[in-house]
């Protein structure tokens, strides 16, 4: 159960040694599935301002715990000083042959001890246009990027 605002957050209790769940990691994904959930109340949370340098090279995983990626920097916008993207990174083996994606900030349902959890599914964000890393994300390619995962473009 993902939920934010007055809802129950349901949280995991680890039943033993976790290793993140993969494609090729049967085992990890076994444990995961066997972690005993109990529920949090919205009044006993607590508010957590965190740095950019508290989320990069954390995973990034969808709501299934499918991995996607980890983060490779955030994205502000400079008219409004507001972080609107993640850049994630994906595939690839010491830098070659990474694949490099932009999230809206809005697809970010949960922030936890090194992961990420977004709303939107694995298949998703891979289909989703590349970014090249070497431009800029013009008005138009954020429009795009919105757009693509249905989320409205901010003001």
Sequence with gaps: MHTIDERPVLRYTPTGAFRFPSLGNKRGRELFLQRRPYVEAPSERTHVLLLPRDLIHRAVTDLYDDRIGYIRDLLIDEADWKVRFLHVTGGGHLGF???????????????????????????????????????????????EIYEYYGYSVPE
């Design 97 to 143: 042959d990474e694949h490099h994606y932009v999230i809206p900030i809005e697809a970010v349902r949960r922030v936890s001890a090194g992961f990420v959890t977004i709303e939107q599914s694995r298949q998703k964000v891979q289909e989703a246009p590349e970014l090249d890393p070497k431009i800029l994300v013009q008005p138009q390619l954020r429009r």
